[in-house]
């Protein structure tokens, strides 16, 4: 209550009325005038996040919108985009009676989290990217009705990737586990909670080449309650500058040591000039600047990063690495190269 007159504005007030100098119906119109400043609350539906977290979840849903079109256009063989068209906080029981009905809902868990969240295709989009996973052309006419299991079998699987584009958006802030649980064509056979509790609600906008869509994510709030102190701005961008974690960074090293590169062994070098090379022919020998006491170039793509002497291995030519190449050498050896 920052707003409470101390005793001496109050003597000033009383003896401003009574002296004439302030009328009591203009002080009635100046505090009308605060009063109608005043935002009603609705008690039945509180605020559960701030501007700052509701802002935090759209950015990550972004990038999550980013990640999942790139891996969807390369299945669908079609232009994907998926980005964030809302972010609202509704009570459960709103979201549902503004949803269709037959629907494609599917609940997932969060681990470690509590509870459970959901994710709700629009017929509009659900049923053309089934169709295009099929092998159809994504027809947008489908009328709505239930799916079948194979349809569910289908869509299942493509919810299972897009879990792990999910888990990515968020691993800026916590390390969550989405697992799909279940897929449901009714709306009123799921309830993840009760109907007045509030829920946090993403609706994204799907394109699929001249079709398009809504996707809706609804996070509960006692779901994301214990983490809500992590929902800032504040938190996001130190976690983005703190650099890759150690999990993350084991997993790159093993994805690049299963990546192939071209080595190849460099017998030696000439310099010919071009009438020389127009008049090579069969049978023709070019001497080598190699002297056959040095050792060969081994390079790695265009690098020299080792040398090596020659010979055999059973019936196959073989090169015996001698010695390990550094950038500091090459760079000694050869200063105006700036290809390593």
Not at 222 to 240: F, Q
Request: proline share 4%; with cysteine; glycine share 6%.
């Amino acid at each position: 209550m920052a707003d409470i007159l101390s005793q001496e504005e109050i003597d000033a007030l009383l003896g401003a009325l009574s002296s004439g100098e302030l009328k009591a119906e203009d002080a009635r119109e100046e505090a009308s005038e605060k009063n109608s400043k005043v935002k009603a609350y609705d008690f039945f539906r509180p605020s559960k996040f701030s501007k700052e977290q509701i802002r935090t979840i759209y950015m990550m849903h972004e990038t999550y919108g980013r990640l999942w079109s790139s891996k969807l256009a390369g299945q669908l063989r079609n232009y994907v985009s998926i980005s964030v068209s809302a972010v609202d906080q509704v009570t459960y029981q709103e979201f549902m009676q503004s949803i269709p009905n037959p629907t494609i809902t599917c609940t997932f868990s969060l681990s470690p989290l509590e509870g459970q969240a959901l994710f709700e295709f629009s017929p509009t989009i659900g049923f053309p990217i089934i169709d295009r996973l099929l092998g159809g052309q994504g027809q947008s006419n489908v009328q709505s009705r239930e799916i079948t299991e194979i349809e569910a079998h289908v869509l299942s699987n493509l919810i299972d990737e897009g879990m792990i584009y999910l888990k990515e958006a968020w691993s800026s802030m916590i390390d969550l586990k989405p697992e799909l649980i279940d897929l449901e064509s009714n709306p009123l056979f799921v309830q993840i909670v009760p109907p007045a509790d509030m829920i946090l609600l993403i609706t994204l906008e799907c394109r699929i080449g001249e079709m398009s869509g809504i996707m809706n994510i609804v996070y509960p709030y006692v779901v994301l309650e214990p983490i809500l102190s992590l929902l800032s701005d504040r938190v996001l961008y130190a976690v983005g500058t703190r650099g890759a974690s150690k999990e993350s960074r084991n997993k790159t090293t093993q994805l690049l040591q299963n990546v192939g590169l071209k080595v190849s062994v460099e017998l030696g070098t000439v310099k010919l000039s071009l009438r020389d090379l127009l008049a090579l022919e069969p049978d023709d020998l070019v001497v080598l600047e190699t002297t056959t006491e040095q050792d060969l170039v081994v390079k790695v793509g265009n690098i020299h990063k080792f040398n090596c002497i020659p010979g055999l291995d059973g019936k196959h030519y073989a090169a015996q690495v001698t010695e390990s190449v550094s950038d500091a050498d090459l760079l000694a050896s050869n200063p105006f190269d700036g290809g390593i």
